[in-house]
């Protein structure tokens, strides 16, 4: 039983001392008119290398509604100025009809440094005329915990994957009328033209 006990509390120990599961998120931070905004966070500690072997960091948003224009991001909170720099490199594409939108990062083993809270970078923005809100497919591809390492030619441990699929909140189609709402929308027209109709008549007797 002690020797239970005691292996259960060095695995707390150890449990307790093992780096967190670092991580990205990519979250709507405003919506206003027809523009949706968008916040890359970083988590405390990340330490984010990507791209690797040439492959560049992505980040995919899908099951979006016309999506007509597409820009950012516009700042960071990185303290040091290489990083901020480098983080205000993502450029973004349209694709699929503007049903999809693709954030690439351009720049080669681009980092996120080490810090001890959350880094943010602001100002990724969709333009949808017209779109409501509601749930969107988001993938992120080539984020790995960890600094890439000198002279390995971009290569990564693939265990250090720290990419992310889950769904989002974005701009989506507005859902049409049911037959039923159209019907009853045409019901109150004609009866609100009836009683005018009636007003102006007994106005006029």
Do not use: C
């Given at each position: 039983?002690?020797?239970?006990?005691?292996?259960?509390?060095?695995?707390?120990?150890?449990?307790?001392?093992?780096?967190?599961?670092?991580?990205?998120?990519?979250?709507?931070?405003?919506?206003?008119?027809?523009?949706?905004?968008?916040?890359l966070v970083?988590?405390?500690?990340?330490?984010?290398?990507?791209?690797?072997?040439?492959?560049?960091?992505?980040?995919?948003?899908?099951?979006?509604s016309g999506?007509?224009?597409?820009?950012?991001?516009?700042?960071?909170?990185?303290?040091?100025?290489?990083?901020?720099?480098?983080?205000?490199?993502?450029?973004?594409?349209?694709?699929?009809?503007?049903?999809?939108?693709?954030?690439?990062?351009?720049?080669?083993?681009?980092?996120?440094?080490?810090?001890?809270?959350?880094?943010?970078?602001?100002?990724?923005?969709l333009i949808?005329?017209?779109?409501?809100?509601?749930?969107?497919?988001?993938?992120?591809?080539?984020?790995?915990?960890?600094?890439?390492?000198?002279?390995?030619?971009?290569?990564?441990?693939?265990?250090?994957?720290?990419?992310?699929?889950?769904?989002?909140?974005?701009?989506?189609?507005?859902?049409?009328?049911?037959?039923?709402?159209?019907?009853?929308?045409?019901?109150?027209?004609?009866?609100?033209?009836?009683?005018?109709?009636?007003?102006?008549?007994?106005?006029?007797?």
């Amino acid at each position: 039983m002690n020797k239970l006990i005691r292996l259960l509390a060095g695995l707390g120990v150890s449990a307790a001392l093992a780096a967190p599961a670092q991580a990205v998120d990519f979250t709507l931070a405003s919506h206003a008119g027809d523009a949706w905004t968008y916040t890359l966070v970083y988590d405390p500690y990340d330490n984010m290398g990507f791209t690797e072997s040439g492959v560049h960091a992505t980040i995919t948003l899908t099951g979006l509604s016309g999506v007509t224009a597409v820009s950012g991001p516009t700042s960071t909170d990185f303290p040091a100025q290489a990083i901020n720099d480098k983080q205000l490199a993502w450029t973004g594409e349209i694709l699929d009809g503007g049903s999809t939108v693709v954030f690439t990062m351009p720049l080669d083993r681009s980092g996120t440094g080490n810090y001890p809270t959350e880094q943010h970078v602001y100002g990724f923005t969709l333009i949808a005329p017209g779109a409501v809100e509601g749930q969107v497919g988001l993938a992120t591809n080539g984020f790995y915990y960890g600094l890439i390492p000198s002279g390995s030619n971009g290569a990564v441990d693939p265990a250090n994957d720290r990419d992310i699929a889950k769904l989002t909140a974005g701009p989506v189609a507005a859902p049409a009328p049911e037959p039923t709402t159209w019907a009853l929308m045409i019901l109150g027209l004609g009866a609100a033209g009836a009683a005018v109709r009636r007003r102006r008549a007994a106005m006029t007797a």
